[in-house]
């Protein structure tokens, strides 16, 4: 079994400071993680990946995110952030190492807002 | 590369009418597919997941239903859409993580 927490469901930030977004993760597996963006009236976009592999993973757009096994949590951060980060975020976790078609499970989203 | 296209992008339907959603992705084979619902203010919802030709596997029971033709298109149906059936319907392929990628998506309007 698996599950995932966004502890805040609304962050708001203004222009050039830093963002962070905290995940924590439940898994019976190795978990596979990733972080997802979706602006409105699209579809989610990949902007990292966890996959067993360096701890510090650094995706699209300057973000990057940490996993903590002790802590169990993928929290995602960006130094500076931008107007065009606006935006929905989701905290997704999948199973390590498994076949390609395993589900992923979702966290409820984080709403970003940048202020100028 | 590989590119997921959805259509048609917006939709509006009546209830009890049908439904025809689809989905094509290019650039990669035998890929695995789902069709997920995001309704306003509950997260996404997995409705179906392939993984070949044929084979479907639903995760909520609903007067939905899915089809796999061919090896890269997915179509989900509706014989008579419900007020609830309204959201925002997102297709995805998995890549060699586990990782999804998704469609533009489709909004669906049941009036």
């Known amino acids: 079994a698996q599950s995932v927490t966004q502890l805040d469901s609304h962050v708001s930030v203004s222009e050039g400071t830093p963002v962070l977004l905290r995940c924590n993760y439940s898994s019976s597996y190795s978990p596979s993680l990733f972080w997802y963006v979706q602006h409105p009236n699209k579809g989610l976009q990949l902007l990292l990946k966890y996959t067993s592999a360096a701890t510090l993973v650094k995706g699209i757009n300057g973000f990057e995110a940490e996993f903590k096994k002790s802590e169990t949590s993928f929290h995602l951060t960006k130094p500076s952030a931008h107007m065009s980060d606006a935006a929905e975020y989701f905290c997704v976790v999948g199973r390590a190492g498994g076949t390609s078609y395993g589900k992923l499970t979702f966290g409820q989203g984080t709403i970003l807002t940048v202020h100028p | 590369s590989q590119t997921i296209h959805q259509w048609p992008a917006t939709l509006v339907q009546p209830v009890g009418s049908p439904l025809s959603l689809e989905c094509t992705v290019e650039?990669?084979?035998?890929?695995?597919l789902y069709w997920y619902r995001q309704a306003a203010g509950r997260g996404l919802q997995l409705l179906f997941y392939?993984?070949?030709?044929?084979?479907i596997s639903s995760e909520v029971p609903q007067n939905l239903s899915a089809s796999r033709p061919q090896d890269r298109q997915f179509i989900l149906s509706s014989k008579k859409l419900l007020l609830s059936d309204s959201g925002f319907y997102l297709c995805?392929?998995?890549?060699?993580?586990?990782?999804?990628?998704f469609g533009p998506g489709t909004r669906l309007t049941v009036t």
């Open positions: 650039g990669t084979s035998n890929p695995n």
């Open positions: 995805a392929w998995s890549g060699a993580h586990g990782e999804q990628y």
């Open positions: 392939s993984v070949g030709i044929g084979q």
